[in-house]
């Protein structure tokens, strides 16, 4: 059967979508990139937040539609939205063939078989073994390493710990083989990730094993190691000198705080608080390292004071990068059952307020990397802008800006370039190779 398959949500979703491509074309199947080619669609949701929930059910509708227009002749729903609303799923959409959750991609293949026959499958709550075969769905010189699922954190506001279940590290042998097998078929940046990758290995014996997780990827042909998603409660001394000195180890932290405001954290079950974050930020800034966060906007009960703080936290701080969320309300968490929630318009309007800040401090930023020189990997072409679209350490795939470049001489996507940054565009930055 010719398959189609459409991703959605984080990068770690991703990571399952290739694996279960891996499983379809094990299964003799052939992996197309078209609607119009695909006999059957897969739709990896996810249900993080609502427009998260929003763009799977769009997706879904849509995959329906080519259904529907002879165009594909099955649908299988897979992931959180599957694993968290199956029932609902399966009540509402009828012209779905399949509902996968989570833990039950080493039941695609069969699954395909089963409704090629006419049955209807719902299949959640179940235990995959690891797979380490992908199909990566990224430019070839860049993928995603998926160290661990779940989450132990129990932050109130987030459902990923009833969607995914508890922490759960991958074993480091099983890895560094699929590791290796990235660096074969010709990876140069690994980025790994995690729900918190600062935690992997704790629930193998009580203490974290990341960096030595990393020494034993750092053996293998990579030229870039990047770690996502760096819980602050967990970020410690010795992780902060790692990255710092290790030559592989791209220096870049992705660190969510979500908040300062004291009574906020502790109202989202944080763990840590504002002197904390604050003597985080300067460790890591002290280190040359490129800090990037996230933070929630109009979280229940944030008054005018606790949002101010934020204000103004984002205004004086020497942070890279930042992204602004206004808080959704999701059911089933601790969150949900607060009083003192906002209106939507109240939280919409803060997140837009401190993004609009961010854009403003940002812009300013680039300004002064005018002159400066950098070590950047070329990722895609704009034939729009005739630019090349280049990243250096300090800028991870698809979240932070880019740098626009022109070059005399060939240049090949995958390859690092020296680049002069000659101006900016916006939030991103223009330059030209260094000959």
Same mark, same amino acid.
């Given at each position: 059967?010719n398959i189609g398959?459409?991703? *959605? ?11 279960m491509l891996?499983r ?14 695909a006999d059957?669609l ?8 609502d ?11 849509? /995959? ?8 594909a002749?099955?649908?299988? #729903?897979?992931?959180c939205?599957?694993e968290?609303y199956?029932?609902a ?7 779905v063939?399949a509902?996968?959750?989570?833990n ?7 699954t ?10 719902l ?6 073994k690891f797979?380490?075969?992908r199909?990566?769905?990224? $430019? ?9 699922? !779940? ?9 990923? $710990?009833?969607?995914?279940g508890?922490?759960r ?9 699929e590791?290796k ?10 980025i790994?990730v /995690? ?7 704790v629930?193998?014996?009580?203490? $974290?094993h ?13 030229? @870039?190691?990047?770690? *996502?998603y760096?819980? $602050? ?19 870049y ?13 502790k109202l989202?079950?944080?763990g840590?608080t ?5 003597? *985080? ?14 933070f929630i ?6 008054s005018?004071?606790?949002?101010n ?12 990068? /930042?992204?602004?969320f206004?808080?959704?309300?999701e ?8 009083? !003192? ?10 997140a837009?307020?401190?993004?609009e800040l @961010? ?27 005739q630019?090349?679209?280049?990243r250096?350490?300090a800028?991870a ?20 370039y020296?680049i002069e940054?000659t ?9 030209? #190779?260094?000959e």
């Open positions: 059967m398959a459409i991703s *959605l949500g984080c990068d770690k979703n991703r990571v399952d979508t290739e694996k891996a379809l074309e094990g299964g003799g199947h052939c992996i197309v990139s078209s609607a119009e080619e059957i897969v739709v990896n949701t996810c249900a993080f937040i427009k998260a929930k929003e763009e799977s059910i769009d997706e879904i509708l849509w /995959a329906i539609s080519q259904k529907q227009s002879a165009n002749k099955h649908v299988i #729903v897979t992931g939205l599957a968290r199956a029932d799923l399966k009540e509402e959409f009828h012209e063939d509902i996968l959750g989570v039950n991609y080493d039941e695609i293949v069969r395909v078989e089963s409704i090629c026959s006419g049955e209807r499958v299949a959640t709550h179940g235990k995959d797979c380490d075969k199909v990566l769905t990224t $430019p070839y010189h860049y993928a995603y390493l998926k160290i661990a699922d !779940g989450c132990n954190n129990h932050c109130t506001y987030c459902a990923i $710990p009833s969607i995914r508890k922490y590290s991958e074993k480091l042998e099983d890895l560094l083989k590791a097998a990235l660096s074969d078929d010709g990876v140069k940046e690994l790994l /995690a729900q918190d990758v600062t935690c992997y290995g629930d193998f014996d009580g203490k $974290p990341l960096t030595e997780l990393v020494r034993e990827i750092e053996k293998l042909d990579f030229e @870039w190691i990047r770690l *996502l760096l819980e $602050p409660e967990t970020v410690d001394d010795g992780l902060i000198e790692f990255i710092a000195n290790e030559s592989k180890v791209v220096k932290m992705d660190i969510p705080l979500q908040h300062v405001d004291d009574g906020v954290l989202m079950n944080r840590t504002e002197a904390r974050i604050r003597e *985080l930020v300067s460790k890591v800034k002290s280190k040359g390292i490129t800090l990037r966060t996230t906007c109009g979280f229940p009960q944030e005018e004071e606790a949002f703080k934020l204000r103004d936290f984002v205004k004086d701080t020497d942070i890279d990068y /930042a992204g602004f206004a808080y959704s309300r059911e089933g968490t601790a969150a949900d059952r607060l009083g !003192g929630h906002l209106d939507d318009e109240v939280k919409q309007a803060r837009d307020e401190l993004s @961010w854009q403003v401090k940002l812009a300013k930023r680039n300004q002064s990397l005018i002159g400066t020189r950098v070590r950047a990997i070329y990722d895609d072409i704009d034939y729009d802008r630019a090349f679209i280049g250096s350490a800028q795939p698809d979240i932070d800006n880019v740098i626009y470049f022109t070059a005399d001489s060939v240049v090949q996507v995958g390859n690092f020296d940054i101006g900016t565009d916006g939030v991103d930055l223009v330059g030209r #190779v260094l």
